[in-house]
């Protein structure tokens, strides 16, 4: 394995600003270093070099990176080549144990040995029980090649692989295949038919594992082991990948191997499965890299449609438009075809509705108990109506207002009173009150306080664990800010390296390049303070619009309650 603190001690030693200076024409630009970006063509410098964070990007075509992966993409050279060439740069001496490291990746045994064993199952098909089950799902030979389809039908590895596995007992037991039992090395899989799941270099990570005759799970995967990370694949992807191009960047995503699978056999091929009922950020990220227009279709039952509410938070990119398909009465998209054929298939992709409607239609058939609207409870209504401006808040006014239509009408309320609910607090910098009007001076002032903030949670990961429960989403104003406070708080351990390959967009860039700042614990500190304020001082404005409102209508029920809110926040001030 890589040997993360010599990466590190060749970081640290290495001056970036020299190394890409070699390159690229570099002035002084603030802390920051500036010049035209070497990897697209440009008159205007939008090239960023920081010699503090020890990372580059591009403003114009969003290269960035370290300077391993600099050296790497302008020369062309391998990892190894890089940490080579930068250790001996920087006078660390990498000894033999740590050159044989680098030398190469040491997983490159158990992928072999993994490839291996997909052959053997692969060549076990023609068992009974596998080819009544290829006969039964209506797998052709195309598919079955395609996806390297296969069976275990032996209980032992040795029998598996056709030799006596004892001296390659730990690598089985290492890549998630063998179970060590009194002596003898078994197969995980046994009777099982196999789905090898493999990567977009066309490495064999692990498998998933089909009952097809007796007792047991359903379904068997590998476990997490160093080669296979289940919330870091997509399963098809290699398959698909050549098909999302052509398809100009769509692709579906489906749940499971065989609905993966079917789909593709009859004929639409750019299909992968998220195999789990959850999407992560990691299977986000590979998505995003090829895909503009994702169509989720999970299996349409409660458990399907749950998974796809809950990754709300996951399919978030202004990059990536997100749709989900209908099954109509039918379980899954592998039913649906066989059902109604892939033209219908295909003209539900067309009538697709966007995620968003999705989670709206959700959320009030969840609330209101599958209720007709007409019916349903004020108190349901008003549960629907909290969660969906959760879900919107990231959106901009112009698609809000497009989905608040949506919600006044699918929820039958007056159009006015959903706007007046999710606008509470925007509408207060444009009110006229002089009291509780914010000057633009102080909005100012509180961005670049958020982005200060950011800023240091960004850079220092040790300092997260102390401050990080201190803020919360709502201490932000800024959507943008929201969005990167979230990615913080969802990957607290990640570098700002990572964090910034983890979104496109170059605002997290710019602010993680912001200042030093000389004390930034201290800073924080008062950070916290200064933005719970500004926050309780924005609330209590609403509160008192609100009672404006209120007081004009005669709702005295609503009028206490309020007051007594804004009283408790003054007294807490
Ligand atoms: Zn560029």
Redesign the pocket.
Known sequence: MVDENSLELIKERTDIVEIVGQYVKLRKRGLNFLGL?P??N?KTP??VVSPDKKIFH?F??G?GGNVFSFLMKIDGLSFIDTVKLLAEKSGIELNDDQMMNFEKDDRENGFALLSKIKDAYHQQLDHEEAKNYIKDRGLDKETIDNFQLGYSSKANCDELLGFDVKDIKDDLLDIGIGIDSKGKIKDRFYKRFMFPIIDLQGRTLGFGGRIISGEGAKYVNSPETRFYSKSNVLYGLNMAKKYIRENNGQLILVEGYMDAISVFQSGIKNIAAALGTAVTPQQFNLIKRFVKLLYMCFDNDDAGKNAMYRVNDVLQDPEVEVKVIGLKDCKDPDDFIKKYGLDSFRKQMIEAITYKEFLIDHSIKVHGHSMESSKMAVEDKSRVLKELKSILRFENDIIKNVYIAMIASKLNIDLDQVKGYFFTYNTLSISKKKDYKIDKGSKDKFFKLEEDVLSILLSHVSLRNEFLGNFSVDDFIDMEHKKIFALIVNNPEKDVQYLCDLVAGHKIVSICMKINFANPQLFLQEAVESLKKRNNREKVADLKKQIIELEKIGDFDKLMCLNQQLSELIKNK
């Open positions: 970006c990897f697209h440009e939008s090239f591009c114009g075509c290269t």
